[in-house]
């Protein structure tokens, strides 16, 4: 028995939610167009994609707290 798919991989755009080819015929992927890649771009450019993280009390000391006294 054969395991040979001939159809593509199609997986979820990150940024529209709709299908998209995951194959080296489709230049966008894993964008499902260069609408959605744009999208996208653009969205790192202004920033939006951020990782959570805890602001530091205003009176809390500047640099490495293990070499700190």
Request: with cysteine; hydrophobic share 30%; glycine share 6%.
């Amino acid at each position: 028995m054969s395991t040979d798919n001939h159809s593509p991989t199609m997986v979820a755009c990150p940024t529209c939610g709709g299908p998209s080819v995951f194959a080296p015929s489709n230049k966008f992927r894993p964008f499902c167009s260069q609408r959605c890649r744009q999208i996208d771009l653009g969205a790192w450019a202004n920033e939006e994609f951020r990782v959570p993280a805890q602001t530091p009390p205003e009176d809390a000391p500047f640099g490495d707290p293990k070499t700190e006294p």
